[in-house]
């Protein structure tokens, strides 16, 4: 446990240190918040990619209320973005040689034999 005396040294060393420790701790929450809205952005974006790579809508069809697709935009709603396709997905699918993988995870052979 801290000392009162302890205690008086720690805040001299802060007032020394932080002259406006509210400031401080207001930069350090900015800073925080501008680096999660940065991230949400990027997976924002991100999921809109993806989403014109399969031809799904951004809400993925979804979103019964959705003003574009009224919840039927899910993947192969629409011709995929050729380039986008290329880029996201044709990778993914030449991984498992152009099969589907099964829902656990591994590919079929041709017949459904793995």
Do not use: K
């Amino acid at each position: 446990m801290i000392s009162t005396s302890e205690l008086a040294q720690v805040e001299a060393l802060l007032a020394r240190v932080l002259p406006d420790p509210a400031g401080f701790v207001q930069r350090v929450l900015e800073e925080m918040v501008g680096r999660m809205t940065a991230t949400d952005e990027g997976l924002t974006d991100r999921d809109t990619l993806l989403a014109a790579a399969v031809g799904a809508c951004d809400c993925w069809g979804e979103d019964l209320n959705c003003p574009i697709c009224s919840g039927e935009g899910a993947p192969g709603w629409a011709q995929p973005n050729a380039h986008l396709y290329a880029e996201y997905v044709a990778p993914a699918v030449l991984r498992y040689g152009a099969r589907a993988p099964e829902p656990d995870g591994h590919p079929t052979t041709e017949g459904g034999i793995r």
